[in-house]
């Protein structure tokens, strides 16, 4: 199979363009997507976390999404050194992350997560494995 980017001319550059999506401003349209990492011993991001962030940021990532972070419910719990998004020493590392993000002029939201799909009941699986077919064709495109 050849490579057809070489046989089109792509023009990337509104990649790198200003963009507004309701009150958020950003510098240009590049999003980093969400990478379970796993640095967080208790739940509470430390400096490597925010070290990790910052350096995207510095590099011009107009938007970065946080790996998941866990919510405050018993099923949402998953693995060690997930970061929670809940307790005073958890939120207090998230603060200095978005500190450090800002000051590298970058934009941070976190990923929510909740392992409540796979607590759920056999009933709800199986109903999530019959709308699976159904939902994923809308989901690709």
């Known amino acids: 199979m050849e490579n057809n980017l070489n046989e089109k001319k792509i023009n990337l550059d509104?990649?790198?363009?200003?963009?507004?999506?309701?009150?958020?401003?950003?510098a240009n349209r590049i999003v980093m997507a969400p990478m379970t990492r796993g640095f967080s011993p208790n739940g509470v991001p430390g400096d490597n976390v925010a070290a990790y962030y910052q350096?995207?940021?510095?590099?011009?990532?107009?938007l970065i999404i946080t790996e998941g972070t866990?919510?405050?419910?018993?099923?949402?719990?998953?693995?060690?050194g997930r970061p929670?998004?809940?307790?005073?020493?958890?939120?207090?590392?998230?603060?200095q992350v978005v500190k450090c993000v800002h000051q590298a002029g970058?934009?941070?939201?976190?990923?929510?997560?909740?392992?409540?799909?796979?607590?759920?009941?056999?009933?709800a699986i199986t109903l999530?494995?019959?709308?699976?077919?159904?939902v994923l064709p809308a989901l690709m495109w």
Do not use: D, S
Not at 55 to 62: D, K, L, M, S, W
Not at 84 to 95: D, I, M, V
């Open 55 to 62: 350096r995207r940021a510095e590099n011009q990532v107009g």
């Open 70 to 80: 866990l919510i405050n419910h018993p099923a949402a719990a998953e693995g060690l």
């Open 128 to 134: 999530i494995l019959k709308l699976y077919p159904l």
């Open 14 to 26: 509104i990649l790198f363009n200003p963009v507004t999506i309701g009150t958020l401003k950003l």
């Open 84 to 95: 929670n998004f809940h307790g005073e020493a958890a939120l207090k590392g998230w603060a």
């Open 106 to 123: 970058g934009k941070i939201m976190p990923q929510l997560c909740g392992m409540l799909a796979l607590r759920a009941k056999p009933m």
